[in-house]
Nanobody, 115 residues
Framework: QLQLVESGGGLVQPGGSLRLSCATS????????TGWFRQAPGKEREAVAC????????NYADSVKGRFTISRDNAKNTVYLQMNSLKPEDTAVYYC????????WGQGTQVTVSS
């Protein structure tokens, strides 16, 4: 069983930065391709970025390309999402999820971009 725990969310002004972390307990994350998803109020959950198990391959939603960077440190069993140039429309609950079977979700961390 894999337990994912997100952290690093908070309130930030437009143009600011945050770094989210997705850490595991109970098992290793290095065997799983992993993604960050987000869900804004009244909207469907959407994929933001994903990374292969090795970290050599990444993909991004068009809305965050050039602003967000996904990375991982397998020695620390952690996947990161560096978010720069944040916009109010980035406000959402951010979740990490394994992309392989079985699928595991974290509990989410709130990101609010507001002046």
């Amino acid at each position: 069983q894999l337990q994912l725990v997100e952290s690093g969310g908070g309130l930030v002004q437009p143009g600011g930065s945050l770094r989210l972390s997705c850490a595991t307990s109970g098992s290793t994350l290095e065997d799983y391709a992993t993604g960050w998803f987000r869900q804004a109020p009244g909207k469907e959950r959407e994929a933001v970025a994903c990374i292969s198990s090795s970290g050599r391959s990444t993909n991004y939603a068009d809305s965050v390309k050039g602003r967000f960077t996904i990375s991982r440190d397998n020695a620390k069993n952690t996947v990161y999402l560096q978010m720069n140039s944040l916009k109010p429309e980035d406000t959402a609950v951010y979740y990490c999820r394994t992309l392989d079977i079985p699928v595991y979700w974290g509990q989410g961390t709130q990101v609010t971009v507001s002046s």
